[in-house]
């Protein structure tokens, strides 16, 4: 099912289908269609209910493009691990919470609707995709059902979604027109933004703070266990992974030229290109119409011209085989005439009409000289699938008669490789991650305990691994001697951090106390700097000053002075002053407000969105099962208990 969206995600006719499901679902894909028992699911919201299956596709779904964007594995402990999974639950807790709000308002879309978006969107295929009939021209639900089912839905499913879809749509739409919001609102965004501050500050010389010594120990150690869980170094394991790899014995494999015979015989008709015709067909009321129809055109008048006066419009079928023409009587006709003629009447089987031939495109005869590196290359990997799967053979029996998984695949000539120490997420301990494995393996690898084995595992297209766990390494901080030069700086850095805020303190003291901030200043052999005029409309333009002193600058009070981090990464201590606030211009704020008047109403619609989702969360009652969420992603929660049991004993100690 998986595989069918995320190939049917990358056709043109996804584009046009999902254009109004993302509206408002655009990371999780459709809206939840898929009902379970109610009270029975992961989420159940009214008559609505997520169940675990639909969970599982929602959440895999999402893992799969976060390993597009990040290139990590994202296993479902790791998701566990990262909170990934109480995201997607609280999210669809909100999804489902609001459209079962609007749905108990009674905002259904009719049928036709429905219908007619279905219609519009099928129209807007390509030619060859549409779902109606060539020879009337109505829907075809027959066309229409193959046509989902070949990228994994059903018209059940599809109109449901796109039903839920509208819903919201026109509910949140129609609250939109009808919101204006005050002007006041826009007008105190502009004061709020253009209202000025005159600051003055100087920053704390270290040279004036006596430098820690260097740590001991005892020091580092007590440091060590108040960072434990930063410090930690995640389980890591050895792997030996037995790949069995036909597209790696290809260049190995000799072709036969008789088996290339032998493959070009059997495919030579498929390969070959049949004669294709281009034509123009058009339908007559009866048998004396199309005589007038078939004079017309040989005398060259325009075919459209011709049908419209029938009340007719022009089939036209452009360089289609012998066998894509519907009518066989049809297809004799159009495959007998030349290029540029125009046929008598033809009685044919679904209905009377005439023909004209527009193109004539002849058949091209296959030769083994002409398509040999197609063949070659197809009778080269079949070769080497049945060279692989005879290698898994032999693996298997060796393996099955007692040998362990290296000396299996030594006796199978297969390849063995052993990784360094590996986390769950397939990367080595400085984060890189390791080439050639997936996820899958990895998965397979942290099931088994040390010296485990895997059975053989088949991927697909000859390929095939078993992997071995040779070494597990437990979860464990590093030695004091192998990280005491890095741990060293870290504390004394942290150290000199509080020595300076412990200064900037006692300065500060000093100035609200009375003595001006140049006397303290020059005291600390510092000097003030001040910066008139800051407003949050330009403190992009203050960047280097810091977030954290942006921060304090902006939360103080008119002639109050505060101690706060400056610079882009926090690394100096500055005390500084609020010296003034200016209103921001009434001129100025009334032209903001003009200009972000949708804007604001815009932010206003959106905030009253989010209030929505959540009221509707709290008026029904909707309730999640975090547990049974993990369950459906496969993670053993029993043994997940215990650990989260394990942490909070040891943080009790």
Do not use: C
């Amino acid at each position: 099912m998986l595989a069918g969206f995320r190939s049917f995600a990358k056709s043109p006719f996804a584009v046009l289908l999902f254009g109004l499901l993302i509206v408002s679902f655009a990371i999780f894909g459709i809206s939840d269609v898929f009902k379970g028992p109610q009270g029975s699911g992961v989420i159940s919201a009214g008559s609505r209910t997520v169940s675990a299956q639909d969970f599982k596709a929602r959440f895999d779904n999402y893992r799969k493009a976060m390993e597009q964007r990040g290139g990590e594995a994202i296993t479902p402990d790791l998701a566990v691990e990262r909170g990934i999974d109480r995201q997607i639950v609280a999210e669809l807790t909100l999804q489902e919470s609001i459209a079962a709000a609007i749905q108990k308002m009674g905002v259904t879309p009719s049928d036709k609707l429905v219908g007619d978006i279905v219609h519009q969107q099928m129209s807007a295929l390509p030619p060859g995709q549409r779902p109606f009939s060539p020879i009337t021209g109505k829907f075809d639900q027959q066309a229409y059902a193959a046509l989902l089912a070949q990228n994994g839905l059903t018209p059940q499913v599809y109109e449901a979604s796109l039903r839920d879809e509208i819903a919201n749509a026109h509910f949140f739409s129609a609250v939109a027109d009808g919101l204006k919001a005050p002007r006041i609102y826009a007008a105190l965004q502009g004061a709020y933004l253009l209202e000025a501050r005159d600051v003055a500050a100087f920053a704390v010389n270290p040279a004036s703070v006596e430098r820690p010594a260097p740590p001991t120990d005892a020091q580092l150690t007590a440091f060590m266990k108040e960072n434990a869980e930063r410090l930690t170094r995640p389980e890591t394991r050895v792997l030996s992974i037995m790949r069995v790899s036909a597209k790696a014995l290809e260049p190995t494999v000799t072709v036969d030229q008789a088996a290339v015979q032998k493959a070009f015989d059997f495919r030579k008709d498929s390969l070959a290109k049949p004669e294709t015709r281009s034509l123009i067909q058009i339908a007559a009321p009866d048998a004396k119409a199309a005589a007038a129809i078939s004079d017309r055109l040989k005398k060259g008048e325009d075919p459209v011209a011709v049908a419209k006066a029938y009340g007719k419009t022009p089939l036209i079928l452009t360089d289609k085989p012998k066998t894509a023409v519907p009518d066989r009587k049809v297809a004799d006709a159009a495959f007998t005439l030349p290029a540029g003629q125009v046929s008598a009447p033809i009685a044919g089987e679904l209905g009377v009409s005439v023909i004209k031939v527009t193109k004539v495109t002849p058949g091209v005869v296959a030769t083994l000289e002409s398509v040999r590196p197609q063949i070659e290359a197809e009778v080269r990997s079949q070769a080497a699938q049945s060279k692989a799967y005879d290698q898994t053979q032999a693996y298997q029996d060796a393996h099955d008669a007692g040998a362990d998984l290296i000396a299996a695949a030594t006796k199978a000539g297969a390849m063995v490789a052993t990784t360094a120490p590996l986390t769950a997420q397939g990367t080595d301990p400085v984060g890189q991650p390791a080439p050639g494995l997936t996820p899958d393996i990895i998965k397979t690898a942290f099931g088994l305990s040390q010296g485990g084995e895997s059975e053989l595992v088949e991927l697909g297209k000859g390929e095939y691994y078993a992997v071995k766990v040779e070494k597990i390494n437990p979860a464990a901080m590093p030695p004091l001697a192998e990280i005491k030069p890095q741990l060293t700086a870290i504390w004394l850095n942290q150290e000199m951090g509080k020595r300076l805020k412990a200064k900037a303190d006692a300065l500060a003291a000093r100035v609200k106390k009375g003595e001006s901030l140049e006397a303290v200043a020059a005291s600390a052999q510092s000097n003030v700097q001040k910066v008139a005029g800051l407003s949050r409309q330009n403190a992009r333009q203050q960047m280097g000053l810091g977030q954290a002193f942006l921060g304090a600058a902006f939360s103080a009070k008119s002639g109050e002075t505060f101690v706060a981090r400056a610079g882009q990464q926090g690394e100096a201590y500055v005390v500084a002053k609020l010296e003034g606030v200016k209103a921001a211009p009434s001129a100025q704020v009334a032209q903001i407000a003009a200009i972000t008047q949708q804007q604001t109403a815009g932010g206003l619609m959106r905030d009253l969105g989010e209030a929505s989702r959540n009221a509707a969360k709290v008026q029904l009652k909707t309730k999640s099962n975090l547990t049974l969420a993990r369950q459906a992603i496969g993670v053993d929660t029993d043994a997940l208990a215990k650990a989260d049991a394990a942490k909070a004993g040891k943080k009790a100690e």
